[in-house]
């Protein structure tokens, strides 16, 4: 029905920075958000960052804002995740998921398709 596909994962030097990408395919949707999703290693799978399709309202989790910012550009049917000041608690692997419906931006269970991920690695 929908597929994301995630790029732009890496291996990067604490401070530094990565864009990750997810273009989506398959089918429309109206009033829809596109959100990213982290998990490390032993960790639970944690809200990253959403925006709004059509109006581009965004939302972050408290550990990434200021630091982190997500895009997105409708003729490429992409959003993207630009990740600066990347810390070593960053790494894990990212998932780009999609939510059919707005509100309620923080949980998992309100998205309805999701990507295969990308590792991001940060470490010296």
């Known amino acids: 029905q929908v597929q994301l596909v995630e790029s732009g994962g890496g291996l990067v030097q604490p401070g530094g920075s990565l864009r990750l990408s997810c273009e989506a395919s398959?089918?429309?949707?109206?009033?829809?958000?596109m959100g990213w999703f982290r998990q490390g290693s032993g960790k639970e799978r944690e809200f990253v960052a959403a925006?709004?399709?059509?109006?581009?309202?965004?939302y972050y989790a408290d550990s990434v804002k200021g630091r982190f910012t997500i895009s997105r550009d409708h003729a490429k049917n992409t959003v993207y995740l630009r990740m600066n000041s990347l810390k070593p608690e960053d790494t894990g692997f990212y998932y780009c998921?999609?939510?059919?419906?707005?509100?309620?931006?923080?949980?998992?269970?309100?998205?309805?398709?999701w990507g295969q991920g990308t590792q991001v690695t940060v470490s010296s």
């Open positions: 998921a999609l939510k059919a419906r707005y509100g309620d931006y923080g949980g998992p269970r309100g998205y309805d398709y």
């Open positions: 398959g089918r429309t949707f109206t009033n829809y958000a």
């Open positions: 925006i709004r399709w059509s109006g581009g309202s965004t």
